[in-house]
């Protein structure tokens, strides 16, 4: 009776704080779904075939061309878009389709991400992916999604542009959307950008977890790599990262500095790389949870090659009134050179905010994989260096 009591406590403890939840408008959740709306109507603008045929697609979209896909007046919030483009990713790379989002009428767009990264898809690769907010479903993660509330007060907009080098097919793709009468004034606006970088060692060298002496130190988060830098206010809520690693040493050390309002120190200092995507111990262990995991993992050495983890802050956004600059280190005190790319996603209040240029084609390509012929060739250099002797072996300091 006293197990009973105790389960039907705690079952009421849930709908109860479901109910508080879903009244205060947090989100989705199963209680709020239930909720019967007023003044809210479901729309759709896709890619169907007007004649009533089946040729559902957006066809042949030239190498340098823009192609608007939803253009929208009013008030309203996109709560669904999927898309699926032909060729496959095998032959046209999603890094260089470029994704914009405007809103409210602004001259700029508050996202701009390659389409790929943007949905969970890094380098030129292609791969299943699942979170709560983005997802790359089958086949082989070509059918990009998204369940990111997306408001607007006064219209939205939203366009690509194809820098490929070569013809995009075909291009299906939904975007659902709510109208509203009137847009709650406290709705932040969708925001999202990308970055790409090729750190550099210190001048010290490739000093991880000590091997080369006694390493150094990063108390500022100087030299860091940039995941977002912005002005206005609002809230962070999801990093996609993407990291290409040249030796099998853990890339992992560094740690995540994130200034808030200005502060000059860190605001929130964390541990380690694998620390903030909540996970531990130089992880090589494919993970799917709706708000974190590895979607994509390195399969060599070590952790030489591409792996790509995530968190989105669903429960715990990070919360900033006039600025948030979110960085983290490439290695311990920046010691690694790493092929860095990310995309991060915030909402925040009017007026926006210009976002920076992200990198452009050349430098957004992805670095080859270091294979064994180059490990070899290394050896080569190292035995020539230890004086050619017949029999070394490798480890010989």
Request: one cysteine or more; hydrophobic letters at 35%; a negative charge.
């Amino acid at each position: 009776m006293a197990k009973h009591s105790i389960l039907m406590s705690f079952v009421l403890l849930l709908v109860v704080g479901a109910a508080v939840w879903g009244q205060a408008g947090h989100g989705s959740d199963l209680y709020g779904l239930a909720r019967v709306q007023e003044g809210m109507h479901s729309k759709r603008v896709s890619s169907y075939d007007r004649t009533g045929g089946n040729n559902d697609r957006f066809e042949h979209i030239k190498d340098g061309d823009t192609r608007e896909l939803f253009n929208v007046k009013g008030a309203g919030m996109i709560n669904h878009i999927w898309i699926t483009i032909a060729p496959p990713p095998e032959r046209l790379s999603r890094n260089d389709i470029i994704l914009r989002m405007y809103w409210d009428g602004n001259a700029f767009p508050s996202v701009e991400s390659p389409i790929g990264p943007f949905f969970g898809q890094g380098w030129k690769e292609s791969y299943p992916f699942s979170s709560l907010p983005l997802a790359a479903g089958p086949v082989g993660g070509r059918g990009l999604v998204s369940y990111f509330v997306m408001p607007f007060a006064k219209g939205a907009r939203i366009e690509i542009e194809n820098q490929t080098g070569q013809e995009i097919r075909a291009f299906y793709y939904y975007v659902d959307y709510v109208e509203v009468d009137r847009l709650p004034e406290d709705m932040g606006r969708f925001c999202a950008w990308y970055n790409h970088e090729l750190t550099g060692a210190t001048p010290e060298g490739e000093n991880e977890w000590g091997l080369l002496g006694q390493p150094g130190t990063n108390p500022t988060g100087q030299d860091n790599y940039l995941i977002a830098d912005i002005k206005g206010k609002g809230h962070f809520v999801g990093v996609n990262y993407y990291v290409h690693c040249p030796t099998p040493m853990w890339y992992g050390e560094g740690d995540d500095m994130i200034f808030i309002d200005g502060a000059k120190r860190p605001t929130l200092h964390g541990t380690g790389t694998e620390d903030y995507f909540n996970t531990s111990w130089c992880p090589k262990t494919p993970f799917t949870h709706p708000y974190y995991g590895y979607a994509r993992l390195n399969d060599d050495i070590g952790w030489l090659g591409r792996t790509h983890v995530y968190r989105f802050h669903i429960s715990d956004p990070l919360y900033f009134q006039e600025s948030l600059r979110f960085t983290i280190e490439h290695g311990h005190s920046n010691n690694l050179t790493l092929d860095l790319a990310s995309v991060a996603y915030w909402y925040q209040a009017s007026p926006l905010t210009k976002l920076a240029p992200i990198p452009d084609r050349a430098s957004r390509q992805p670095k080859p994989f270091i294979n064994q012929s180059d490990i070899h060739r290394w050896r080569h250099e190292w035995r020539k260096s230890k004086g050619s002797d017949s029999q070394l072996w490798g480890n010989e300091r």
